[in-house]
């Protein structure tokens, strides 16, 4: 592909530079030498001047030059006589007046100005227009459009959402084919919405379709549409359907469409606002074009709770398809698609690797292998191993090591028999992820400690019992404190919210309250994928949420016992391995079970 050079402000800059450089060459060559009115006089009564040509204020003309007589050289000077020509008349010497002529300085001094002003505005205007359509391209599109040559992705660039791409392998095929599906009277739907959090590859996919097809692709943001100016959007929207029923068969793909098609009705100016006319605009085109001409419009949003009822009825956006987090064999798999670029060691255990990382979606993915390879070349590695990619890991759910944080050996004890205690609550209690790590180097803003469990497999299912002991081994840490020191510290900070958040839900939520029974009280959902935003209160009574506190207070309770019950059983062990953890600062999982597995120390005390 040949490479385009764009024009820069700085070419017109070194032109205008060459060109007076140029220019004032030319005038120093031809320039005529500027002589006092007295020594012209002088030359005058001399016979030196051959002719000369009068203007109102100049004196032009030439003279003899000094041992030269047959050569001359041209000499000008203010007229100062106003009463020149009958002195004239009296020497050998041809004249004549001139009109002054102010071309060139008005050349200089006007026009060439007001073109340089003309050019640049022009310039400018052209950048901004690149960029934001400018004052006259307002109501134009901002798509980027590709064509099959410049859109290199297909889906063997896309892993781990085999569903999602089978469900657009139809739409693929009827803009290769459209008279398979046209012939008996079926039609393609006229949008399709990908569906699914942050990162999962909704963009990726909508180009994967647009390559495989090998159709024009236009692609834009829902926030592109809406602007201060009314009207905007919707001529937008009008100019975006045009350009793509020109190109047609091709693909529209709108990105974070929630950002145009939000519910109607609630914005702070009513029903009249600009995103709303853009909505509607939009809605008409979808209604308005013929699906046998070939154009599908594609969109993605992780937030569909709030799209406008009206975008996803039949007839708009007929299916929708779910983009999710990839399972362990998905991510095993875009593992493999993001390893390519990258060299790693032969014997690396991807199946190991996919499982540290679960609930991760591509773009972690993709990441956590960059994250990997600048560790190695960090380490001055020719290839990547499994400890860079474990390390990449812990780095990005605990954060970065903060070796160079001074802590004194009071907090650093504590901090060791705190992890000790989640990790030997966890693997005392059935139904827990196992622990594939223990770390009491500060890591991110707050943590100073890390214990780091790897499920086995995905869940998408917990039991009571399962639930209860993972809160259990939360609270461990606080327990091995007061076991040890006979005090608790501020460390539990964040163990106790997620123990409480949890409880909170199983009561709440899961009816799994033997007081409530088997009761709903959470209220209002929370969004799909982004799991963020405020607290819902539920639709019961004052009763019931001081039944619901204690209900949690109790249950927490329960659990905290339960697991100071299992650390002072093995107390042994929690001091061997808050030892061998200080001294090591980082022990495996393997390790604690090595501990566990071994016999306790006689006790010096006891013979």
């Known amino acids: 592909m040949e490479k385009q050079h764009k024009f820069s402000l700085w070419y017109v800059i070194l032109g205008i530079w060459v060109v007076l450089i140029i220019q004032n060459y030319i005038a120093s060559m031809y320039a005529a030498q500027v002589i ?63 009109i002054e002529s102010t071309f060139l300085r008005d050349l200089f001094s006007w026009i060439f100005p007001l073109l340089l002003f003309v050019g640049v505005w022009y310039f400018l205007m052209k950048r901004m227009g690149g960029q934001q359509a400018g004052f006259m391209t307002l109501g134009k599109n901002k798509a980027k459009i590709y064509v099959e040559n410049e859109l290199n992705v297909t889906f063997a660039d896309v892993a781990g959402v085999d569903e999602a791409k089978q469900e657009l392998v139809e739409v693929i095929e009827f803009l290769k084919t459209p008279a398979k599906f046209t012939e008996i009277g079926g039609r393609i739907p006229k949008g399709i919405l990908l569906v699914g959090p942050p990162g999962s590859g ?7 379709v647009a390559g495989e097809s090998g159709v024009p692709f236009f ?18 929207v009008r100019d975006l359907f045009v350009q793509a029923k020109a190109k047609a068969p091709c693909i529209i793909f709108i990105d ?24 509607n605009q939009l809605l008409v085109e979808m209604d308005g074009f013929d699906p046998k001409v070939g154009v599908i419009l594609m969109a993605a949003t992780n937030r569909p709770e709030i799209l406008d009822p009206a975008l996803l009825r039949p007839g708009r956006f007929d299916r929708h398809v779910l983009v999710d987090r990839p399972d362990r064999i998905g991510r095993e798999q875009i593992l493999k698609v993001h390893l390519k670029k990258i060299k790693t060691v032969p014997d690396l255990d991807l199946e190991k690797l996919a499982n540290m990382t679960p609930g991760m979606v591509g773009a972690d993915l993709a990441n956590l292998v960059n994250e990997a390879a600048l560790l190695a070349v960090r380490r001055d590695k020719d290839v990547v191993g499994m400890a860079e990619f474990e390390e990449a890991v812990e780095r990005i759910i605990a954060g970065l090591e903060k ?17 000790m205690g989640h990790a030997l ?16 180097i500060p890591r991110g803003i707050a943590a100073l400690g890390y214990t780091m469990q790897v499920p086995t497999g995905d869940r998408f299912l917990m039991r009571k019992t399962e639930l209860q002991n993972k809160v259990a081994s939360l ?37 799994m309250s033997e007081k409530l029974g088997q009761v709903y009280l959470a209220g209002d959902k929370q969004p799909l994928f982004l799991g963020v935003g405020p607290r819902e209160t539920g639709d019961y009574s004052e009763a019931t949420s001081e039944i619901i506190d204690t209900e ?56």
Request: without cysteine; hydrophobic residues 40%.
């Open 36 to 98: 006092p009115y007295s020594q012209f006089l002088n030359f005058l009564k001399a016979s030196k001047v051959t002719e000369i040509a009068i203007t109102a204020n100049q004196i032009q003309g030439k003279m003899k030059v000094e041992g030269a007589p047959d050569q001359t050289q041209p000499f000008k000077t203010i007229r100062v006589d106003p009463d020149l020509s009958k002195m004239l008349e009296q020497y050998p010497v041809s004249f004549k007046g001139e």
């Open 219 to 236: 692609s834009l943001s829902g926030s592109e549409f809406v602007e201060m100016f009314v009207g905007l959007g919707a001529a937008r």
């Open 256 to 279: 974070e469409l929630d950002a145009l098609g939000k519910a109607r009705g609630f914005g702070a100016m009513g029903g009249h606002d600009e995103r709303e006319q853009t909505l």
């Open 425 to 440: 609550v966890a693997l005392s209690l059935p139904g827990t992820d196992p622990v594939q790590k223990i770390s009491i």
């Open 552 to 607: 949690v207070r109790d249950s927490i309770r329960r659990e905290y016992e339960r697991a100071l019950a299992i650390l002072r059983e093995r107390k042994d062990v929690l001091i061997r391995g808050a030892k061998l953890l200080l001294e090591k600062e980082k022990i495996d999982g393997a390790e604690i079970l090595a501990l566990m597995a071994a016999p306790a120390p006689p006790d010096p005390a006891a013979e």
């Open 403 to 419: 070796k160079n944080r001074l802590i004194n050996a009071s907090e650093r004890e504590t901090v060791a028999y705190h992890e």
């Open 475 to 511: 609270l461990g840490g606080r327990a091995a404190e007061e076991i040890v020191f006979g005090d608790i510290s501020t460390g539990a900070h964040n163990d106790l919210a997620r123990a409480t958040d949890i409880t909170r839900s199983m009561i709440r939520e899961y009816g």
């Open 202 to 208: 909704k963009t990726l996919l909508a180009k994967a």
